[in-house]
């Protein structure tokens, strides 16, 4: 699909002037001599995998909210905006936020308190080996593949807007991230996450600034798209969910609010590790609590960055933007919105500084990848099953060299990805797959002390597998099967994933129970620490309101519902 | 976060690339004045007070943040 668009695109959407240039090359020089200086400071396992655990809130929070924003992410999400309009930020709010508070005051206590150093970690830690090994060897397989499939698309991306050689964007960026993640471990990959979070803002801040001046405001904005796109509701939230036909998604809101908001964003943000291990990281329990919540925040403006700029160019460009998958010469997809609007406003120096943010917005993506995966080998599968006992050095530099192989196969399969588009579809899908029935899991493991080794285990599996099977009935045969499981003949792809992981979570909850009240439960002695009944959670009952973390989960949740109400 | 090793803020680093990108990018808004790029509201001038703000905000985070100074 993206070799088609590299093809048929135009020449290039920019040319960069040698300030822009500077400005690349300066970040690409810059995060190396950070990732070499912070070498010296990643010694021991806890360094290199978890940053030595002593982050702060903030840090650890903006970490948290940047290894989501990656620039595909970015790029994709803006032209979801221009495709679907305001309801694309159903991925930020409902698809996000109560999620993230959810982690920070419910899960997060129990990740920590365990000590745990993953969620595959927490799993052995509750379950035992069984499903640890499905869901760590499933998180690092699909981890690095992930990575390749970025990689690529966004050489591709590179090629169509700037010109550049693929080979070039794929070797030199991931050459550099590996450089750096195997040097300084988590500690390289936060700090390039919390560089790339200034980045992205004040590289893509002015395209909504400047839109606004040009439309006229909200309203000039609304009225401009009414003109471009008549007959057509761009422009609210939740109104045109009430029905499958009423909106271009083809989705009704209950798979907005049980499908996205407590299937999808609730198995992301709280089970996927790489999200989470950033929040390990934090110094304390009170920290690691208000981690998510502070990102919560900024989770929330994402959309002024992202959002806006599609909605923008539905009013402003002067052309109109088609899917990828059926373009004709000169025409542009979709997902260039982004870039589009960044050439429309910005001259020299300024759209270096955008570019560098999408760079930076890859790079600190694949770190996050590459770190996670390098952790969860290590600790996950390496030290349970391969080598158990081995000094503390030795793991290190085992996290190391698997940076370092992660990153090259992350580059094969940028390679055969290269060759065999559609395969990124497919990755893409399956990595979808786990993440909603790993919730029910941990979810269950975490509040219910009688769930047993093999619920955990067959619950887990079972969910995995009628996630898989839905996936390929409806992209199989999609007239048979799509309104079956999607309740609707009009549902998309976006529409089919939020029933389909809700279906899938709802069966590993189901197989987790009956399968539990067959088999024998652990004794309550080796659950302390991992199980709600059976674990003393600091309140901070001393501390004043301002300082606890339910107190600003609760402003979270009230800016969200004002959100929804000002743009219902 | 710098407690037990020591190392620079993140913050500091932040700083210093703000405040190098801030200085180019407001450079080259004055440079272009008088004849701005073919860009949409290029009589705004956007790189000149956008290249301030952030030199302005990379300075208070180089200062503010500066290896060696104590904080409490």
């Known amino acids: 699909m993206l070799t088609t668009l590299a093809l048929l695109a135009a020449p290039r959407l920019v040319r960069l002037a040698p300030v822009d240039l500077f400005i690349v090359s300066f970040y690409f020089a810059f995060v190396l001599a950070i990732g070499f200086y912070l070498k010296t400071k990643a010694k021991t396992g806890e360094d290199f995998f978890l940053a030595g655990r002593e982050m702060t809130a903030w840090v650890a929070g903006l970490a948290f909210v940047s290894a989501n924003l990656g620039s595909l992410e970015l790029m994709g999400w803006a032209g979801s905006a221009y495709q679907y309009g305001i309801l694309a930020t159903h991925w930020y709010w409902v698809g996000a936020i109560p999620a993230m508070v959810f982690l920070g005051l419910v899960m997060m206590p129990f990740y920590y308190i365990s000590k745990t150093h993953s969620v595959p970690g927490y799993l052995q830690l509750r379950y035992g080996p069984e499903a640890s090994a499905l869901s760590a060897v499933t998180f690092a397989v699909m981890t690095i593949l992930m990575s390749g499939v970025n990689m690529y698309a966004m050489a591709v991306v590179m090629k169509v807007v700037l010109g550049w050689n693929i080979n070039f964007s794929i070797w030199v960026s991931s050459l550099t991230v590996g450089v750096y993640v195997a040097a300084g471990g988590l500690f390289s990959a936060i700090f390039n996450e919390v560089l790339q979070f200034f980045l992205i803002w004040f590289g893509a801040l002015l395209i909504p600034i400047l839109g606004m001046v040009e439309t006229g405001g909200w309203k000039g904005m609304v009225a401009r798209i009414h003109e471009n796109f008549p007959g057509q509701d761009f422009t609210h939230l939740w109104g045109p969910t009430a029905h499958f036909s009423a909106n271009p998604m083809g989705i009704h809101w209950t798979g907005v609010v049980f499908g996205l908001g407590c299937a999808v964003s609730m198995g992301y943000w709280t089970t996927d590790f790489l999200v989470v291990q950033r929040v390990l990281s934090a110094k304390d329990i009170r920290s690691a609590k208000m981690a998510p919540i502070i990102g919560s925040f900024f989770k929330m403006a994402v959309p002024l960055i992202v959002i806006l700029p599609g909605l923008l160019g539905l009013a402003v460009l002067p052309m109109h933007l088609f899917p990828a998958s059926n373009l004709q010469a000169g025409q542009h997809s979709y997902n260039e919105v982004l870039p589009l609007m960044l050439a429309r406003y910005c001259g020299p120096g300024l759209l270096g500084l955008g570019i560098t943010a999408l760079v930076a917005g890859f790079m600190a993506g694949m770190a996050g990848n590459v770190s996670a995966f390098a952790t969860v080998w290590t600790y996950d599968i390496y030290r349970p099953f391969i080598r158990k006992t081995a000094p503390d050095a030795h793991y290190v530099s085992m996290g190391r060299w698997c940076t370092m192989i992660g990153l090259f196969i992350s580059i094969g399969t940028a390679y055969v990805v290269m060759g065999f588009a559609s395969i990124m579809d497919y990755v893409q899908a399956l990595f979808g797959m786990f993440i909603a029935p790993l919730f029910g899991t941990v979810l269950l493991g975490m509040l219910w002390k009688r769930v047993s080794r093999a619920a955990g285990f067959w619950g887990l599996l079972a969910g995995v597998s009628s996630s898989a099977t839905m996936f390929a009935l409806m992209k199989f045969d999609p007239e048979r099967w799509v309104h079956v499981f999607a309740l609707s003949p009009l549902a998309k792809g976006l529409a089919q994933d939020m029933y389909q992981a809700l279906w899938s979570c709802l069966t590993c909850v189901v197989v987790t129970v009956l399968v539990t009240l067959v088999t024998k439960p652990r004794p309550d002695q080796e659950l302390h620490g991992l199980v709600y009944s059976l674990t003393p959670v600091a309140h901070e009952e001393h501390a004043s309101i301002w300082h606890k973390p339910l107190t600003w989960g609760i402003v979270a949740m009230a800016v969200w519902a004002v959100l929804q109400i000002i743009f219902w | ?72």
């Open chain 2, 1 to 72: 976060m710098t407690e037990n090793h020591h190392i620079i803020p993140v913050w500091f680093f932040v700083g210093v690339m703000l405040l190098l990108y801030g200085i180019l990018i407001f450079v080259s808004g004055l440079v272009e004045w008088p004849h701005p790029p073919a860009t949409v509201l290029s009589n705004l001038h956007a790189p000149v007070w956008w290249g301030a703000l952030l030199t302005v905000l990379g300075g208070f985070y180089c200062y503010h943040f500066r290896p060696g100074r104590s904080r409490p």
